[in-house]
């Protein structure tokens, strides 16, 4: 069945340091989407891409959706304690038709 | 504006009770979507709307329902709860298709089912 892997699972780095996680499909994508989950909260959209190869960016963030369009990235630059919490790519379900969340990563930041 | 409200947000049940969940979104979003989060699962999808007085099933909706009797509301029902349910349940909406365009999320209702 389709599947959505993200890793790594968990990251903990020292504030400043960098930070990526990538989200891999075994199908090939029409989208993903980025969600941001902080501790104890919900989650919150990030960003939308769509086309091959696409770079977006926001303050720190740095999207990218693969050339294949059967992966995509988030990459953030020196990271910052209010960075902490789990984020989660999502794609569309042959199955379904709507959002399959991956597993998400969890990222820690130690000040 | 509040956005996605969800009522209760907290509830324990003993096993074989009932429960409804409630979310209320003052956006006007015709879609409505209700998630559970399990630890290490990520968000699985139990059941949504595409507008008022229309329902469909998602990834897991075996032991609930719902109901969409107003645009605004959309109703999380468990019949006889069990502690496989034992989860946090998350309502969110979108002025489209939510695949497709930015999905909000309420603050979640945490479940315990004994």
Redesign the interface.
Known sequence: GQQVMQIPQYQHVQEGEDFTTYCNSSTTLSNIQWYKQRPGGHPVFLIQLVKSGEVKKQKRLTFQFGEAKKNSSLHITATQTTDVGTYFCAVLSYNTDKLIFGTGTRLQVFP | NAGVTQTPKFRVLKTGQSMTLLCAQDMNHEYM?W?RQDP??????IH?SVGEGTTA???VPDGYNVSRLKKQNFLLGLESAAPSQTSVY?C?SSYGD???????????TRLTVL
Do not use: D, I, S
Not at chain 2, 40 to 45: D, E, F
Not at chain 2, 98 to 108: I, L, R, S, T
């Open positions: 979507y998630y290490g699962m990520g968000l699985r999808l949504y099933k998602g990834e998350f969110a939510g695949a497709y365009n930015e999905q909000f999320f309420g603050p979640g």
